[in-house]
């Protein structure tokens, strides 16, 4: 089944120790977006692609970086975790810029220690 | 700008009670509104949407309305299970030249009791 994935489920790392989520998707889909999901509170947009070209959201914190090396495959680099950062970190995609659906993989659920 | 106001939780109703969750939205243009499921320690699952005033979405008997005219999309349900316990996130697509981004409610815990 063409679905997201995201890997790993569960990450444990330390204060300032850097950490890459990864997403890939088998849908082909040009839009990847990842969210931050913040203990009992809604996902709030990052950034996304729309191919190659990145949008980053005016209040995402500098010590959040993306790259998407091909269409199937995105991360999400943390430079350095703080306490504060710890979430559930949700990869979605979306089949173009006309298409308002969003297909979600399971989250990354991050610990920061 | 885009917002999305839902009525606080959580709700806890017993088994095949009537289920309404209020949600009402703030959006230039016409936006795409949905209703997505969250459950325990998992991602976000699609219940339903609706692209168009007075569209209604309906999917595992949860039904919403798209109501322009009073900027709402409240989620029911006639008979709701044990099972259908979970947070439930009202949400807008806030349009193309915002990459048709998602705008969530701040979601409401639903807990239903045998």
């Known amino acids: 089944d063409a679905m997201v994935i995201q890997n790993p489920r569960y990450q444990v790392t330390q204060f300032g120790k850097p950490v890459t989520l990864s997403c890939s998707q088998t849908?082909?889909?040009?839009?990847m977006y990842w969210y931050q999901q913040k203990s009992s509170q809604a996902p709030k947009l990052l950034f996304h692609?729309?191919?190659?070209?990145?949008?980053n959201e005016a209040d995402t914190p500098d010590n959040f970086q993306s790259r998407r090396p091909n269409t199937s495959f995105c991360f999400l680099d943390i430079r350095s975790p703080g306490l504060g950062d710890a979430a559930m970190y949700l990869c979605?995609?979306?089949?173009?810029?006309?298409?308002?659906?969003?297909?979600f993989g399971s989250g990354t659920r991050l610990t920061v220690v | 700008g885009n917002s999305v106001t839902q009525m606080e939780g959580p709700v806890t109703l017993s088994e095949e009670a009537f289920l309404t969750i209020n949600c009402t939205y703030t959006?230039?243009?016409?936006?795409?509104l949905f209703w997505y499921v969250q459950y325990p320690g998992e991602g976000l699952q699609l219940l339903l949407k609706?692209?168009?005033?007075?569209d209604k979405g309906s999917n595992k008997g949860f039904e919403a309305t798209y109501r322009k005219e009073t900027t709402s999309f409240h989620l029911e349900k006639g008979s709701v299970q044990v099972s259908d316990s979970a947070v439930y996130f009202c949400?807008?697509?806030?349009?193309?030249?915002?990459?048709?981004?998602?705008?969530f409610g701040a979601g409401t815990i639903l807990r239903v009791k045998s």
């Open positions: 959006a230039t243009g016409y936006p795409s």
């Open positions: 692609y729309y191919d190659k070209d990145f949008n």
């Open positions: 949400a807008l697509s806030a349009g193309r030249e915002y990459g048709n981004k998602l705008v």
């Open positions: 609706a692209t168009k005033a007075d």
């Open positions: 979605a995609t979306s089949s173009g810029l006309t298409s308002t659906r969003h297909t």
């Open positions: 849908l082909n889909h040009n839009v």
